[in-house]
C-alpha cells in the first residue's frame, strides 16, 4: 500500500503526468475530469502552471488562508441524503463540483469543500490546497500521522453539521478523489458515525498499520464501500488500489466491498466511473418518504 502516493486533477483543465522520473505538465483534458491528451510540455510550463495555480488558491483562500465555504449542489427535491466529496491535492471543490451535477439524483446533495492549503514536503514544500502533508512516493514513506488524524475530524464535522441540518449520518456517503479518497476511506473506518457508504476513487488506505486496532469499535464494519481505480494510473498505481481493496475485506464485511478497475484511466475519472458512481449512491441512498 502506498503511503503518500498522490496525483493532481486541475480544476482549470491540466493535468500532472508522470514520465519515467520526469515531471511533465500535459494538456487539455478530454474526458469529464479524466485521462488527458496532447502533448507534454517542458518543466518552465510546469512552473507557470503552479505559480498559476498557487494565484487561484490565494484568491480562493484569503489572506488568512482559511478553507473557503464548500460548493453545495442542492438537491432538486427535499434533500433526504447527502454526499460529502473531497477533492485530492492541489484542487478546489470547485474541481469535482462540475462533475458531480451531471450524476444529480434529486433527493441527494452534494457537498464539496475545499482542502486548507499548506506547505506540502514531497512538492518542494510549495503551499497548496492539502488535506495533510505528504512526505513521498514510495510504500516505506513516512505519513503525516497527526495531519491525517487533524484532517478526519475536519471531516468528522462536517457529517456532524449535516446531521445537526436534517440528515442522519446513515443517509451519508463520505467520498474523494485520490488524497480525498485516502481521508475518506480512514475517516470512515475511524469514525463512530454510522455512515451509508464510502466512495475511494483512485486512492489508498493512510495509515494502514493502524488497523485493525483504529477500526475496533467502528460501527461501519457493514459499512458499503466502491473503490474505482485506473489501470494506467502512473501515480497510484492499480496494484495499490488492489490492495487496498483486500485490506478493507479484512477490516469490514467483504461482501460489501465492491472494486473497479477501468482499462483506459490513468489518474482521473471517466464517463463509466461517473456512472457507476450515480448506481452506488442510488442503491446506498434510496429516495424516502
Request: proline content about 7%; hydrophobic content about 40%; overall charge negative.
Amino acid at each position: 500500500l502506498p503511503s503518500g502516493v498522490v496525483g493532481w486533477r486541475w480544476s482549470c483543465g491540466w493535468s500532472w503526468s508522470l514520465n519515467q522520473s520526469i515531471f511533465g505538465f500535459k494538456g487539455p483534458r478530454t474526458g469529464l475530469c479524466g485521462d488527458t491528451e496532447g502533448e507534454s510540455f517542458p518543466i518552465v510550463e510546469l512552473a507557470w502552471g503552479l505559480a498559476g495555480r498557487l494565484i487561484f488558491l490565494l484568491c480562493m483562500c484569503g489572506n488568512n488562508m482559511s478553507s473557503p465555504v464548500p460548493i453545495i449542489i442542492p438537491a432538486t427535491k427535499k434533500a433526504t441524503a447527502a454526499v460529502i466529496f473531497l477533492h485530492g491535492l492541489g484542487d478546489t471543490g470547485h474541481g469535482w463540483a462540475e462533475g458531480l451535477s451531471t450524476i444529480k439524483i434529486p433527493h441527494v446533495k452534494y457537498i464539496c469543500p475545499h482542502a486548507p492549503t499548506a506547505p506540502v514536503t514531497m512538492n518542494f514544500n510549495m503551499t497548496m490546497s492539502s488535506w495533510f502533508d505528504i512526505f513521498g512516493l514510495t510504500v516505506d514513506s513516512r505519513e503525516d500521522e497527526g495531519g491525517i488524524r487533524k484532517a478526519a475530524d475536519s471531516v468528522k464535522e462536517m457529517i456532524n453539521l449535516e446531521v445537526r441540518n436534517g440528515i442522519p449520518s446513515n443517509r451519508i456517503i463520505l467520498g474523494g478523489f485520490s488524497q480525498g479518497g485516502a481521508l475518506s476511506l480512514y475517516t470512515a473506518l475511524t469514525t463512530h458515525q454510522r455512515l451509508g457508504g464510502v466512495i475511494g476513487l483512485s486512492c489508498w488506505l493512510p495509515l494502514r498499520n493502524a488497523f485493525p486496532q483504529a477500526a475496533a469499535d467502528s460501527p461501519n464494519k457493514d459499512i458499503h464501500v466502491l473503490q474505482c481505480h485506473g489501470e494506467i494510473d502512473p501515480l497510484v498505481p492499480l496494484s495499490f488500489g488492489d490492495l487496498t481493496a483486500e485490506k478493507l475485506k479484512t477490516l469490514i464485511n467483504p461482501e460489501n466491498v465492491i472494486f473497479k478497475a477501468y482499462p483506459d484511466m490513468a489518474h482521473g475519472s471517466c464517463a463509466k466511473e461517473m456512472s457507476d458512481v450515480q448506481e452506488f449512491i442510488e442503491k446506498v441512498l434510496p429516495p424516502i418518504n
